[in-house]
């Protein structure tokens, strides 16, 4: 059974194909099309006069993953497998761009890159996954529609905040009191009152007794918010700025009640057994379930944790060479939507669930910084996140706890002891590091404790 690949480059409207066989040989010449429906009618006769010519042949299709371009021409192909031995991928565009790299390639014009999808689906088989036809009862589309909802939510929390960074701009000169009380988020009982007494000067001449009538605001605080604001430092009363933080306050509330009901929504029609269960790990909301759902997709996709944790980039780097040791670091590559949903979810988790709570103390105990311990946090939730998928558990402390009281040690860097094939030569020309190094793991292995004092004798050469 013969076998041919079809690269796929997409773009906004249109794509370019190349057709090859197993041995990178081009098949015909290559050729574009447009994203419509002549344009799936094309390529749809093309293959089926492909299959003609060709009998018994398999086809095998890549495209990259573009945004959302790539989605018309993925279900067209998932639809002609009834009729046509066509097999379908979504690519990594790193993967296929790493290719490219490691071929040389210094000129990118859409062919060329349609070659390189067809080249990597053969010279990386096995990092390719095929994709059967779905209909719209199956979880695969359901997970798109999911897809797309987060986003949506998303794009409405980004607009959020971009809101309330310009009224944090606009109270600063209206009424910069009010911003004490905004340092972590902006409380519902702030944005009532802007939106009857937007600037300081307004407040100053409101009575206690109206203030009162707003929910958390006794009229204690009443009384103290006049009196600031009789005394503000603030330099805009004028009318215009007044409509605009009413317009803005207005614009936040909108978008938080939005925001509110599409979560609603999400949460009722999310009947996902994996988000369920995720949102069993006490800090995780279900939309920080659905998020992390949506991204690792499934946990067969990842042999162990350290695969999906490097994977999302939570993995710790660093560099050893000759005499030089680099500090790890957290890489922060691959998606970094998953590392801000983890930030988020262990902020809240510190809080309120014992295992990151202990963990967090416990690094901080040891001497991190407070981002590091955070980090620490990050990198332990997604592995209590991947345990949970794996085994189909809900989350318990006590499963931790035995790992941790069970687990063997690993060592980050390889024993160098073990790659040794002679005993150190005090002869060798290395550095005064490296001789420090030596001298210091010979009086370990002679039993000698490492220690600062006389009874540690000086190494050679070092004084």
Not at 47 to 54: A, I, T, Y
Request: charged share 20%; glycine share 4%; net charge positive.
């Amino acid at each position: 059974m013969s076998q041919f690949f079809l690269g796929i480059d997409i773009s906004k409207g249109y794509a370019d194909f190349v057709m090859i066989d197993a041995v990178k040989s081009n098949v015909g010449t290559s050729f574009q099309l447009d994203d419509t429906f002549q344009g799936h009618v094309c390529l749809f006769n093309y293959l089926s006069e492909f299959k003609e010519q060709h009998a018994g042949c398999t086809i095998f299709a890549g495209l990259e993953s573009t945004g959302g371009y790539e989605n018309n021409w993925y279900q067209m192909l998932l639809n002609c497998q009834e009729l046509l031995p066509v097999r379908v991928a979504r690519l990594n565009p790193a993967g296929v761009f790493a290719y490219k790299k490691a071929n040389l390639n210094r000129i990118n014009t859409d062919p060329i890159s349609a070659r390189a999808v067809a080249e990597y689906l053969i010279t990386h088989s096995d990092k390719v996954s095929y994709h059967e036809a779905v209909n719209s009862n199956n979880p695969s589309c359901s997970m798109r529609s999911l897809r797309k909802h987060w986003g949506f939510i998303q794009m409405l929390t980004k607009q959020k905040t971009q809101l309330l960074n310009q009224l944090e701009m606009l109270l600063y000169e209206a009424n910069p009191d009010l911003l004490h009380f905004c340092k972590n988020h902006t409380p519902q009982w702030v944005l009532t009152l802007l939106l009857h007494y937007p600037t300081a000067k307004r407040l100053a001449r409101a009575h206690a007794d109206s203030l009162a009538k707003i929910p958390y605001i006794s009229k204690k605080r009443a009384a103290s918010l006049i009196e600031q604001a009789k005394n503000s430092v603030a330099s805009s009363s004028d009318a215009y700025t007044e409509q605009l933080i009413i317009s803005t306050v207005k614009e936040i509330m909108h978008l938080k009640t939005q925001i509110r009901n599409e979560t609603n929504v999400l949460a009722r029609h999310c009947s996902f057994a994996d988000v369920e269960l995720i949102t069993t790990f006490p800090g995780i909301s279900v939309l920080s379930a659905v998020g992390l759902f949506i991204h690792i997709q499934s946990v067969a996709r990842f042999a162990t944790t350290k695969q999906i944790a490097s994977f999302f980039g939570l993995n710790p780097v660093f560099s050893a060479s000759g005499d030089s040791l680099k500090g790890s670091r957290m890489s922060k590559k691959g998606n970094k939507q998953v590392r801000q949903i983890l930030f988020m979810i262990a902020l809240s988790a510190i809080q309120s669930n014992p295992v990151i709570r202990n963990t967090y103390a416990r690094q901080r105990s040891k001497g991190m910084s407070n981002m590091a311990a955070i980090g620490a946090c990050m990198h332990k939730i997604l592995r209590i996140v991947y345990g949970m998928l794996k085994n189909r558990q809900a989350f318990d402390p006590n499963i931790d706890r035995y790992n941790r009281l069970n687990q063997r040690k690993t060592v980050a860097t390889e024993n160098a002891d073990n790659r040794r094939l002679q005993e150190y030569d005090e002869t060798a020309p290395v550095s005064q590091r490296q001789i420090k190094k030596r001298w210091e793991r010979k009086q370990t292995q002679n039993g000698f404790a490492i220690e600062s004092g006389f009874r540690s004798p000086s190494p050679p050469h070092i004084v």
